[in-house]
């Protein structure tokens, strides 16, 4: 029995006929009440290939596998001072105990010079070392989640009675802001924070995302806690 408040949705029907259709419909109170009474969820049937997954998994493993001097070549300038960002890249798990790369929408490119006078964004630095193949599969997948979360934020403006539509301006790309972020967790004999709530051992600092909404996927080693009321 799973006593978790945590509800599992199955988006096919959504992800397959539409908001507009019947079927499509049907998911909208289940999110509503995911998002209302916890403000998270389990997706199932989201349409994101397990070939995509495997991916992009692999992918962040041989990113954390590289030498330390080749991660922080494309560190942000906190890191490494011949880098023209402020924000965008690799950073070490000194910061809050787990190492990261926050990769921005591989569609902006020089040429949007409105956009990169813009705070925050920034063209992608990666490493030289992984080839083309390693970003292209960075790009499928951010192109496979861009569209996953336009369905999830379409459907939880839909199930308030709102407009689907009024999301267009915020999630029209590259002009979206939204951030691919591989996270990685080494060992590490002692807690980075210990949990107010239960004295757990944590590996993470407690923190809220930023943004409209997280959509994550976890390996099989487990650890992600959510909290509830």
């Known amino acids: 029995m799973n006593d978790s408040p945590v509800r599992s949705i199955d ?20 999110i509503r009440l995911a998002c209302t009474e916890v403000g998270f969820l389990v997706v199932t049937g989201h349409g994101v290939g397990r070939e995509k997954v495997d991916a992009i998994d692999a ?46 929408d591989p569609r902006l ?17 990666l490493p030289t070392d992984l080839g083309r193949r390693w970003s292209d599969a960075l790009s499928d997948y951010f192109d496979a989640l861009s569209k996953l ?33 591989f996270n990685g967790y080494p060992a590490n004999s ?8 239960d004295g757990a051992a944590l590996a993470c600092e407690t923190h809220v995302d930023s943004g409209l909404v997280t959509i994550l996927y976890q390996d099989e080693r487990g650890g992600l806690q959510v909290r509830d009321r």
């Open 11 to 30: 988006l096919s029907p959504l992800v397959r006929h539409g908001l507009h259709s019947s079927l499509g419909r049907e998911v909208l109170d289940p």
């Open 149 to 181: 979360a336009c369905t999830l934020m379409e459907a939880m403006v839909a199930s308030l009675g709102g407009d689907p539509k009024t999301i267009e301006p915020a999630f029209s790309r590259p002009q979206s802001l939204s951030t691919l972020r």
């Open 109 to 125: 490119e020089p040429s949007r010079l409105e956009l990169l006078e813009r705070p925050y964004y920034e063209l992608n630095r």
């Open 59 to 104: 992918c962040a493993r041989q990113f954390f596998s590289l030498p330390a001097e080749a991660k922080l070549a494309v560190a942000p300038r906190r890191w490494n001072p011949e880098s023209p960002n402020r924000y965008r890249g690799y950073f070490p798990s000194s910061v809050n105990g787990k190492e990261g790369f926050d990769i921005g």
């Open 190 to 197: 002692e807690p980075v924070e210990i949990s107010a709530q």
